[in-house]
């Protein structure tokens, strides 16, 4: 990683204008559908891929949906995903280094949440994180949003 560079992309409006173009056409573009439609607040390059990339979409922006900074613990009962940006930058760095991925919910997890089961639902939000640590530990390790709670979490702690 240190002898690594990541190129940044963004999907947003002016996207297309002419001032992002060098990584959306590299990479964007050719493998990736737009997501300025979805909900997603970033994306990463597979890891392998030539192409060492995170983009983030219009939502990265908006402060009602990532914050600059915590000032308070997770509530682990919170079904938002209450991100911070670098939480998000962190998210998606881990599936580019550490080859994590979006874990989907298994049944068990939503048997702990005591909630019916809704199949390809993502592990995005503390509860999420908590209730999977609860009933499938070995997912907890390789799901992203995982990392970073816990990273939100300890930054509020030390400060």
């Known amino acids: 990683m240190q002898n690594d560079t990541v190129g940044i992309s963004y999907e947003g409006p002016g996207a297309g204008n002419g ?20 909900t997603e607040v970033g994306w990463s390059s597979p890891h392998g891929c030539a192409h060492n990339t ?3 979409t219009t939502t990265f922006f908006i402060p009602t949906e990532t914050a600059i900074r915590r000032n308070t613990l997770h509530n682990h009962q919170h079904t938002r995903m209450g991100t911070t940006r670098g939480g998000a930058i962190l998210h998606e760095l881990t599936h580019r280094y550490a080859q994590t991925s979006d874990e989907i919910l298994p049944a068990e997890t939503f048997a702990r949440l005591g909630r019916i089961f809704e199949a390809n639902v ?3 939000n503390p509860y999420s ?25 300890a930054w509020v702690n030390w400060h």
């Open 122 to 124: 993502k592990c995005y």
């Open 19 to 38: 001032t992002y173009e060098e990584l959306r056409e590299l990479y964007v573009s050719s493998l990736l559908q737009p997501k300025l439609n979805r």
């Open 54 to 56: 995170i983009g983030f």
């Open 129 to 153: 994180c908590w209730a999977l640590a609860q009933s499938a530990p070995a997912q907890t390790v390789t799901n992203a949003d995982s990392y970073r709670v816990f990273c939100e979490d």
